[in-house]
């Protein structure tokens, strides 16, 4: 395999160096307006959301961040994170083993429902659970006589949210499974490890860094979802507010230094996520030179 | 350990892959499975291992019927094509891994393993690659290593998926007769799967030459290069020249030309005569009965031999013979001579019974 790797990559930066001989303006040009382009749609905002933040001092960025309505709505962003993360992270496992390791009918079936949360818009998403679990919903008088609570509920913004994000484990370790074959979990085998100890010893630590880097842009989205959990949360505050809803909430209120402190968190949380991608981007360039 | 195969069948959809393989396996002994690409020879060896399931059939390892046995339980060392080696892992790890994978009353003890690990990599002279990982291997190495990692679970059997192909020419060379060596060490029954002619006809005790999923021949390398049964093996075991005529009464007659025969039966119908290279002499003139007039179109010397391609003259076709540099020294040829080309061998099958038929030529 790498005898085959390593000239083809040799001929690829040759023809790029061949290609790329455009002239210095024209690179110029397309630097500079990439640049700008980034400047007005990302640092632009980023550094409006940190000033408007601290517009009032760092006494009422604190106190915006404390106040009992802003805690618990990061305490339910944490919790419906914490919920939804692990068990995509599970389910993408499975989906992405099933999807690479083995040959079934439906298999493109699947792969297509994998993606639909990516293809739905997030406030559809949300419709269909308060459709399916809401009061006038299909199971919603069945619910209401068990006393079960799920629409504007905490139990429907951790289903809303598992659902948006659950693409994201499995997009990510389906294209580096199918990549890696079953030779090396046949020849686990054939050396005498069970299915298990061939997943837990080979499978896994070989997709490791793909598998964080998926699970990091599901946080992301887990903890910045609006739409699917603005549908089913009902906006009540210190109840079923996440922190995206109470942003827009004190927004509404037009208490706009409070509205941006709170949202600093999420742009925080933003940059922290960029970070770690980069330096896991980074890692399996490492791995995957490595190998070659 | 001795290896049956008894009648597989194995289809792929529509695809049949293997047909009636019946193949028995001696005990200690190298068999080399060679075909073209997509005769079914690797999907016989993953049968063999139990990686995959024939259709119908069975195999016996020892006597014991072994077709619904889990690879697990097999006791076969593979080697991969791509060799497989587990990328997270060093060097020293890869080959432990058969060793820690055992149930824990089984699973000898860490120092243990780290003999054992020691050994085999001393076995095929890589002991100071212990803690590097694959990624930093050459070709060759890799491939040793997954030769070590096999060994390392004491299998009864090793196979071995093209195990040089991925090298080139010299790493291949020597690696073969290092393997060739290694098994009169080891006396571990093999099988391995190439479709390199002559790789099989070096290292094999036996080979096996399989087409469209069915055996065309079985023997040692002497007899099916030698003897081939069918005009397939002929083809493949090496180059080959083809003659049309018939057969009778004690000589070939091909075109204008009259070989004399020392023996064979008759073919007045039509034949068609198989001739290697190196079994035709050039002769500067000599243009009388049981000779082809031909012209030398192109010469291209080979390293030890030299190969030369003629036109005949009869505008039948052109003919590829071998020297060895020698000869052709001796012989002094240059394109567009006229030469006479004399078969010393010639090689006929019988349509109807398939039997192979030599007919030497009388030397004058």
């Not at chain 2, 993953?46 to 072994?66: K, M, N, V, W």
């Not at chain 2, 394109?335 to 010393?344: A, H, I, N, R, S």
Request: charged share 20%; with cysteine.
């Amino acid at each position: 395999m790498s005898s085959i790797a390593l000239p083809s990559s040799i001929s690829r930066t040759r023809t790029a160096s061949r290609t790329n001989r455009e002239p210095a303006l024209v690179r110029w040009l397309l630097t500079a307006l990439a640049l700008a382009f980034l400047f007005g749609f990302l640092f632009l905002p980023l550094t409006v959301v940190f000033t408007q933040a601290l517009g009032k001092g760092w006494a009422a960025y604190g106190a915006a961040l404390i106040e009992p309505n802003a805690l618990s709505a990061m305490w339910l962003t944490v919790l419906a994170a914490a919920i939804a993360v692990p068990l995509n992270l599970v389910f993408g496992i499975a989906a992405a083993w099933a999807i690479a390791k083995f040959e079934f009918p439906g298999k493109s079936l699947l792969m297509t429902l994998i993606d639909l949360p990516f293809s739905v818009s997030p406030v559809v998403s949300g419709l269909i659970y308060v459709l399916l679990f809401g009061l006038q919903g299909w199971l919603g008088p069945w619910l209401q006589e068990h006393d079960i609570k799920l629409i504007f509920a905490v139990p429907g913004i951790v289903l809303a949210t598992i659902f948006v994000t659950f693409p994201f484990v499995a997009r990510e370790l389906v294209p580096l499974m199918q990549a890696q074959g079953t030779e090396e979990e046949e020849a686990a085998i054939v050396l005498g490890a069970s299915g298990w100890q061939a997943f837990w010893r080979v499978t896994l630590p070989n997709v490791k860094w793909g598998l964080l880097y998926g699970v990091i842009l599901c946080n992301a989205r887990a903890m910045g979802e609006f739409g699917a959990v603005s549908v089913v949360s009902g906006h009540i505050r210190g109840m079923t507010n996440t922190i995206p809803l109470h942003v827009e909430i004190l927004y509404n209120e037009y208490n706009s230094a409070a509205a941006f402190a709170v949202a600093s968190v999420l742009a925080l949380l933003a940059l922290v996520t960029l970070a770690a991608k980069s330096i896991l981007e980074w890692r399996i360039k490492q791995q995957t030179v490595d190998r070659s | 350990m001795s290896i049956e195969i008894n009648d597989v069948e194995k289809s792929f959809g529509r695809f049949k892959a293997l047909k009636n393989i019946t193949l028995n396996i001696g005990s200690g002994e190298l068999v080399a499975l060679l075909g073209p690409s997509g005769c079914g020879k690797t999907t016989l060896l993953r049968i063999i291992a139990g990686l995959e399931a024939p259709d119908s059939g069975s195999i016996l390892f020892y006597g014991e019927d072994a077709t619904n046995r889990h690879v697990r339980e097999r006791q076969v060392g593979f080697v991969f094509q791509h060799y497989a080696l587990f990328r997270h892992m060093t060097v020293f790890e890869n080959i432990a891994f058969g060793l820690r994978v055992r149930p824990r009353g089984q699973r000898p003890s860490e120092s243990e393993i780290r003999r054992k690990v020691h050994d085999l990599l001393n076995l095929v002279q890589l002991d100071w690659l212990a803690d590097r990982y694959p990624g930093q291997l050459s070709g060759g190495q890799r491939q040793r290593i997954a030769l070590a990692r096999a060994l390392a679970v004491e299998p009864k059997v090793l196979l071995l998926d093209e195990p040089f192909g991925a090298l080139d020419a010299k790493v291949r060379k020597d690696l073969r007769r290092w393997l060739r060596r290694l098994h009169d060490e080891l006396h571990v029954t093999s099988v391995f799967v190439t479709h390199d002619q002559e790789e099989a006809l070096e290292v094999a005790d036996r080979v096996v030459v399989l087409n469209e999923g069915r055996v065309e021949q079985i023997g040692t390398p002497d007899e099916v290069y030698d003897h081939p049964e069918t005009p397939f093996v002929y083809h493949f075991l090496g180059d080959v020249n083809l003659f049309h005529g018939r057969v009778h009464d004690g000589h070939a007659r091909i075109g204008e030309t009259q070989v004399d025969l020392t023996g064979g039966s008759d073919h007045p119908e039509s034949a068609i005569f198989y001739v290697r290279p190196h079994e035709i002499e050039i002769l500067r003139d000599g243009g009388g009965t049981g000779t082809i007039a031909a012209k030398i179109r192109d010469i291209r010397p080979l390293g030890a031999t030299v190969r030369i391609e003629l036109e005949r003259i009869d505008d039948r076709g052109s003919v590829e013979v071998e020297l060895t540099r020698d000869q052709f020294g001796r012989k002094g040829l240059s394109e567009g001579d006229k030469v006479y080309l004399q078969p010393k061998r010639l090689r006929t099958f019988d349509g109807n019974t398939k039997r192979e038929t030599t007919l030497e030529a009388v030397n004058r």
